[in-house]
């Protein structure tokens, strides 16, 4: 039988905690993009997880809600949480609808990760601008898509792209790597005017290269940049 994030909640949830410098380094990403101090505001961590994002977003004081279809995850997440207690809830949700989220509610979303896992992403991203105020910001990552195409895959030192304009669902034959459970790939031009489409303002597009503890681990990533990273703000037209 696939996987699905169903089956690899356990594993993903493990290698997250045991604190891998790759998911070190996707943290520090995203959250260095936010405001030292979040007293105040609001966050909706969208596709949260084991709370990895959304913890660091509530230790810098903000009301945070992290959301989950994945059951395994959000009761991993608040396991954690209640031994941790940095305020942050947990819901299982669908980031393509965000049915728990009232309208208006979150200054920030943030999608650490989780917007490839989405099947819909005009439908998440429409969730996204109902769920946030006006001058709301949106922060995501995603694994790099020219780098993580479809079956991009290292030859020796060398990295093979795979096949970057054949955008859908695929699932990579690792049975170590996280997207055995299966992903859907995107141009990064896709991500772009999806935002555009839904009335977002770009703030910032970056894509930092591994940090040293990340190429200690995996030299052969020195050169190319493990993430896309996109910041954009929403008001109304
Ligand atoms: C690579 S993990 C990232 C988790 C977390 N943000 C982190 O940084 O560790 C991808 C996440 O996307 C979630 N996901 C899958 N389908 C989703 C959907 N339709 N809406 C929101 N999240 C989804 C998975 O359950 C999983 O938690």
Redesign the pocket.
Known sequence: MADT?DTI?DW?ADH?DRGSAM?QF??AVLVDVLPMDMSGQRVL??????G??TRAAASRGAEVVG????VR?IERARAIEATGATGATYRVD???TLATVADDWADWVT????LN???DLNA?IASIRRALVPGGQLAFTVPHPCFEAPHARWVGAERVIGSYSTEGFWRSANPHG?RRAGNHHRMISHYLNALIAHDFTLTMVAEPLAHPLVIAEQPQRAALPPFLLVRASWSPG
């Open positions: 994030w909640a993903y997250v998911h996707a943290r961590d969208l596709g949260c997880g084991e990895l994002i959301v989950d279809p994945t995850l669908d980031g393509c999608a650490g990760l989780s896992n989405v099947p998440a996280v």
